[in-house]
Structures are given as C-alpha cells and as structure tokens.
C-alpha cells in the first residue's frame, strides 16, 4: 500500500490529539485528581443523600457566598478548603461520592476525583454524631471501591500511577474530641484523656495504613483546629473564653498525628505528606474583628444551633472567623489554606501543598 487509507489516516490522527490532550494535562499540573476523605469541614455534599443524618447543610443560609448563592451541603458561606486546595491546583473540587455512586465500575467519572467526606465522622467508628458514613465505611467501602474501579479501568500498575500521583486530603479527629467532651462527665475526661488520644492514635495509624496499601502516596493532613475556641464549645464556658481540655486534646491528638506521619514516610520512602497546624495557624496567625460569634447562628454569640433558614446571619463574613458553631468562613479558610498551599514550618510540613504536588 501507497499511501495511509482514509481508516489509518482517521487512527494517525486520534493518536495525534491523544497525545496533545496529554501533553496539555501535563503542564497543568501534576496531579490529575484528588480524593478526599474526612469530616464536615470537607464533605461537599454526601450527608445530604443521607435521610436521617441530623448534620446536612444544603438548605440557606448555607452557602450563601457559592457561586449562584446556592447551597450545595457545604457547612460554609462559600468554598470550604478542599475547593480551594482544587482551585489551587487547576483541577475540579471532585464531586460527593454518593452523587457518582450508582455509575458503573467502568465510569471515567472516578478517574477525576472522588470527595468521600460525610459531615459527623470520627476516626472512631464510634463518633457517629449523627448519621454519617464513618471514616472506617469511607475508606474501607467507598474507596475501596473506587480503588477496583480504577484497577479495572487502568490496569493494576496504571491504578497505582494515578493514585502516586494524585493529592489524598485527609480531615478528621474533630468530632472524635467534641464527642469526648460533649458526651463524658469531666472528672472522667481528666483521667481519660491521653489515654482517649492514645486510642484514637492507634486507631488513626491503621487507617492511614489502609489508605497507603490501597494506593495513597501524596497525603495533604488537615490538623484538627483548636476546637475549644469555637463558638459551639465557648459557650459551655461561663465566662465564654476558649476551652483549655479541648485545646490540649487537639493538640495532643496533632502531635501524635505528626508522630504517625514521619513514621509512615520513613517506612515507606515512596509516601510523602504535607501535615497542616491548623491548631498553631488559627491560634497564632490569624486576627479578626469577630473570633467568639457564629456568623450564622441562633442564641447568645449565635452559638446555640447550626445555621438553619430560621438562623440570623452577619453582614460582614470576612470579618468573622467562624461562619456556624464550629465551621469556620470562607475567608478563615482562605487565610490558612494560603499559608498550607506555600507557607513553611512550623505550621506546614515537611513540605507544602505546593512542593508535595510539583513534578
Ligand atoms: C461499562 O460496562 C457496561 C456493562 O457492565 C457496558 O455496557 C458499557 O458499555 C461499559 N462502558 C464503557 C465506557 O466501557
Ligand atoms: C469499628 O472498629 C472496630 C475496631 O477498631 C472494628 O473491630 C469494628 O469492626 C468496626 N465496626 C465497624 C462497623 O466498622
Ligand atoms: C468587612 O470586614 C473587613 C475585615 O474586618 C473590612 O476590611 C471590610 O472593610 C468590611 N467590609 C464592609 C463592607 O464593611
């Protein structure tokens, strides 16, 4: 044969754009997806497929900052962090898991990200604030199955390079701490706590070792926020200051997640991670006009329920730092994800967004 017929001309060409699509992907960025797994301050929406879950934020005044003002299940006047760490990095914030659940294995839909984060998870499978998917659920049954679907997309070893190379975000240990606090009569919770901590470690160190057997290689580690400043657990003390056993119980549980993380990365040289302070960041390096109200929020400092359409909300969200009880605003979250993206240590380390995603 002389000449290409039409047919080979047709593949020739195919393979032409294939490989330019690729190339342009390329130099977007490195990392084509990210999964995402935690609590509320990251689910985008999966408890609100959840019929008895008591913790749903897809009603106003609930992202009443999103583009369109549209309330999407964010526990936030606008973006929470993982849109922002998304929009950071030149790829979309991947969608909730139970929005995507019922495509087939085959589905390119998982190749682009997956956001498993339900509103209420614990580390414990015990901190079950309301009906959420745990964390035990959102690793081993969610994203066990998106791991098969993209094994049986990919291949085993392309599984394995899409998943080295993607961002995992991983935000939990909050609810673990409120629970304890909300739910154990003090004098227990003074004896107990370390040894609370010291649960949650143990248990904490298996999960992450689940996550990097089924792939995770790049981790982004959100730190748990100095949970006795927020509104919510403010407002059990009488004279409204930040509560000291929540604030040394985020702490410890940091310290030990940091343990943890150096631990995995000298294990296995192939894991690398970036762990975020967000106890130090919030405590040290931010100043507002507002630091003790709910923007959105009923009662005294609207501390008393989660923002509902019946909840008073303030004027000026850039000037709070918390938008309800315990999620913090848009601009808050701007603050520290800038800091996490290219800020150093101590508050973000070993590396930052930025260097654990280059190359
Ligand atoms: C996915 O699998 C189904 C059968 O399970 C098949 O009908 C469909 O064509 C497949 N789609 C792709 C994109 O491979
Ligand atoms: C909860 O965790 C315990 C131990 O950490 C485990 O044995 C149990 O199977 C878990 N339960 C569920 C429902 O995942
Ligand atoms: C909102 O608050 C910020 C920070 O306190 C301030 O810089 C800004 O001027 C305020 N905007 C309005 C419209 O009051």
């Known amino acids: 044969m002389g000449s290409c017929t039409l047919s080979s001309g047709g593949v020739c060409v195919v393979v032409v754009l294939l490989s330019l699509a690729c190339c342009l992907t390329c130099a977007r960025g490195a990392v084509p997806a990210i999964y995402v797994l935690g609590d509320s301050q990251a689910d985008v929406g999966n408890n609100n497929y959840l019929l008895h879950s008591l913790l749903k934020a897809n009603f106003p005044h609930n992202g009443i900052d999103y583009p369109g003002g549209k309330p999407t299940g964010r526990f936030s006047n606008g973006y929470n962090f993982v849109d922002l760490i998304a929009i950071s990095l030149g790829v979309p914030s991947p969608p909730p898991y139970l929005s995507i659940s019922s495509k087939p294995m085959n589905s390119s839909v998982y190749l682009k990200g997956v956001n498993f984060a339900s509103g209420g998870a614990g580390v414990s499978n015990l901190t079950n604030l309301a009906q959420c998917i745990s964390f035990d659920e959102q690793i081993e049954g969610d994203y066990h199955r998106v791991h098969e679907a993209l094994r049986k997309q990919l291949g085993i070893p392309g599984a394995k390079a899409h998943l080295a190379k993607s961002l995992f975000v991983v935000a939990i240990g909050g609810n673990d701490i409120i629970n304890d606090l909300l739910l154990s009569p003090v004098s227990e919770l003074l004896r107990s706590r370390d040894e609370i901590v010291s649960n949650l470690e143990n ?46 119980m985020a702490t410890r549980l940091n310290d030990a997640a940091v343990v943890l993380l150096r631990d995995m990365s000298e294990t296995h040289p192939d894991f690398t991670y970036s762990f975020f302070d967000t106890s130090t960041a919030v405590l040290q390096s931010i100043r507002y006009k507002e630091v003790k109200a709910a923007c959105c929020g009923l ?47 101590p508050l973000v380390s070993p590396k930052n967004i930025k260097q654990l995603t280059e190359s």
């Not at 981790?219 to 006795?228: D, E, N, Q, S, Y």
């Open 299 to 345: 009662g005294d400092n609207n501390a008393m329920f989660l923002c509902s359409p019946a909840s008073v909300y303030c004027d000026n969200r850039t000037s709070y730092m918390f938008w309800d009880v315990v999620h913090p605003t848009q601009a808050t979250v701007e603050k520290l994800m800038k800091i996490a993206f290219d800020g150093s240590a």
């Open 203 to 248: 248990t904490l160190k298996r999960q992450m070792q689940t996550l990097y057997d089924l792939g995770m290689r790049r981790l982004f580690f959100v730190g748990i926020a100095p949970l006795g400043c927020c509104p919510l657990i403010r407002e059990l003390n009488p004279t409204k200051e930040c509560d000291a056993q929540a604030n040394y």
